[in-house]
């Protein structure tokens, strides 16, 4: 039967696939296709792995104590059991047989069909079974992982490359920003989860991989089965599970027309950015690693304007990058961008992208009940000087390569601003100490949170720049969480308090003759495209995958129409119907 679930959209498009369900803890289990001839070798891994926990399993009945309670060897007979049941072991087989999955997804994919079955026993003691099929299957994945560390490096193969398969799509509870990095290069077409907001940096991280996506679809991982065929309509926030044959017969039209308009769109690239008036914008990206430069370029980015430097701190253990790991990362950026700006912020760790992976249990825990409000981003940064000064020095350094720019994020206290500059100083002196090059660098502060908007011109007597982050600022503007889909609907971009924030900075920031772009969600959102020309604002940096579209709209503006406008729109109570009709050409500029 075909059901519908609501979310909310994240990124364009339409993908059809079938649902690979994923445990948000299993996230991280790798997910790849093996060619046809490693299929036997991929069943020997996995009988080796269930040789291996069977013995661990007997040798650990052997060494029970004699006192032990007797439940005790129950379970573990239990385990044995459900080990060498054909239902596990057997039909994960069939997983990687006929589907090509590598043994970890395969085994994941089995413990989900085996999960929901259990779910909806009706007797209690075998609901609770799940548990121990659950601690099976980790003892397995253990072991997997053991026996192979360090020698096979998953292949990573596009589904859309593999010859024979459908294509896929990831449904699951939630992902960690950190965990979303594993799919930029993957076999997903598109992907779903249970929670998150619009601009959650899960949510962020999925647009740039420019697939379709919903986020907050509350109930998709417990209505949608492994292997369902499930329709992902990212721009309406819409997932169709099982669709019947006309449905997916649209979907499929509308799939080929937004391919269509990409390809009609990909002609724009490097067409400059100018308006019908003759004003020149300028068009950056947003990059979360430096792997993704070469992409940006290709798109017709003019330079990259917020790099997200904390996606090389994320889910490593603890263990934080070196300066020389930094150092290669950003020249590798640097270089990529054959000597275009490449702005580098500083780490902004903390909210919802800890260090680690973490429960919200244990988030709550080590980051107390606000993290949005807790130690992040800068705040952080100077509470560790000596990891700061580290990460100065390795972003001075990659100057010595091409344009750099520093980005400090979060600044909200004059204090912060001066800790900030004397950090530098001693970085600079570090470096001349060891004889280090470097050249000098424009240092600019991220405007988002309302504090710093509402005393702009302060900030801007330090700065070179300033870059507004949206995402943040209508969050602390508006008091929402941004990654929490229950009160995603009054995540209001068009809010009379942010339109005015947004327009004090920009106009601030004209006025006293320093850069002012805007890196949120909002600068690679077509919605907003006029409204922030008429603030005056002639930089954005958004998804490379944005630029085309939003290119499309800067064609067609004429600024000076636009200006005119903009007492009209911060005292309108519904600047998004105006705008609307504006961009449509409906009014009289
Ligand atoms: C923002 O807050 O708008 C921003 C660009 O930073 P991030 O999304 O990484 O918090
Ligand atoms: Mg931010």
Redesign the pocket.
């Known amino acids: 039967m075909s059901i519908q679930v609501f979310g909310l959209p994240v990124s364009r498009g339409v993908a059809i696939g079938r649902a690979v369900l994923v445990a948000s803890s299993r996230v991280d289990v790798a997910h790849y296709f093996i060619g046809a001839d490693r299929v036997e070798h991929e069943i020997e891994r996995l009988r080796g792995a269930r040789n291996a926990v069977a013995a661990e399993l007997e040798s650990l009945k052997l060494e029970l104590p004699s006192e032990a309670p007797h439940e005790l060897a129950a379970l573990l007979d239990v385990h044995l059991m459900l080990l060498h049941d054909e239902s596990l072991t057997g039909a994960t087989k069939l997983w990687i047989r006929d589907r090509h999955y590598n043994a970890e997804w395969a085994l994941s994919a089995q413990l989900e069909v085996l999960a929901r079955q259990f779910d909806e026993m009706d007797d209690l003691y075998l609901r609770e079974r799940k548990a121990d099929v659950e601690q099976v299957v980790e003892r397995l994945l253990r072991e997997l992982a053991g026996a192979d560390a360090g020698h096979f490096v998953p292949p990573v193969q596009a589904a859309r490359d593999f010859a024979g398969e459908d294509p896929l799509v990831l449904v699951a509870n939630d992902v960690a920003p950190a965990d979303m990095m594993q799919f930029k290069r993957s076999v997903f077409t598109g992907f779903v989860t249970d929670v998150g907001g619009r ?1 959650s ?1 899960t949510a ?1 991280v999925a647009r740039s991989m420019d697939i379709p996506a919903v986020v907050g679809a509350r109930e998709a991982s417990r209505l949608i089965r492994q292997d369902d065929w499930v329709v992902i309509d990212g721009d309406a926030g819409v997932v169709i599970v099982n669709p019947s044959a006309i449905v997916l017969e649209e979907y499929r039209f509308k799939q080929r027309q937004s391919e269509l308009e990409r390809a009609r769109l990909d002609r724009l690239r490097h067409t400059p950015a100018v308006t019908l008036d003759g004003q020149a914008v300028e068009l950056l990206a ?1 990059i979360e690693l430096p792997g993704d430069a070469a992409g940006a370029l290709d798109a017709g980015a003019v330079g990259v304007g ?1 790099f ?1 430097s904390e996606f090389l701190f994320m889910n490593r253990g603890g263990d934080l990058p070196g300066e020389e790991e930094q150092f290669e990362a950003y020249r590798d950026a640097v270089v990529a961008l054959q000597g275009l700006p490449v702005t580098i912020r500083t780490v ?1 760790i903390g909210a919802d992208k800890p260090l680690e992976r973490l429960s919200p249990q244990e988030l709550r825990h080590e980051h107390g009940l606000n993290p949005a409000l807790g130690l992040r981003a800068i705040r952080w940064s100077l509470a560790e000087p000596g990891m700061f000064r580290q990460q100065l020095r390795a972003i001075l350094r990659a100057s010595a390569y091409g344009k750099v720019k520093i980005l400090i ?1 979060m600044v909200a206290q004059l204090g912060e601003v001066k800790l900030v500059f004397e950090a530098l100083a001693r970085a600079r002196q570090q470096l001349d100490d060891a004889g280090r090059a470097y050249t000098p660098v424009e240092v600019g502060a ?1 405007i ?1 949170v309302p504090a710093a908007a509402v005393m702009i011109d302060r900030f801007l007597r330090h700065f070179d720049f300033v870059s507004i ?5 209508i969050q602390y503007t508006l008091a929402i969480d941004r990654a929490d889909e229950a009160v995603a609907h009054l995540y209001d971009p068009w809010h009379p308090a942010v339109l005015q924030l947004l327009h004090r900075t920009i106009t601030c920031a004209n006025a006293m003759g320093r850069g002012v772009s805007v ?3 909002m600068a690679g959102d077509a919605a907003f495209t006029e409204l922030l020309l008429a603030m005056g604002l002639r930089s954005f940096s958004m998804h490379p995958a944005r630029i085309a579209a939003i290119k499309q709209r800067m064609l067609r503006a004429d600024t000076r129409l636009l200006a005119a406008l903009m007492p009209q729109v911060l005292d309108s109570d519904a600047p998004a119907e105006l705008m609307r009709l504006v961009a449509a050409g409906r009014t009289a500029h």
Do not use: Q, S, V, Y
């Open positions: 601009t940096h962020i947003n917020l997200r902004d994020p991220m988002e982050g949206t995402n943040d600022l890196c949120g969600e």
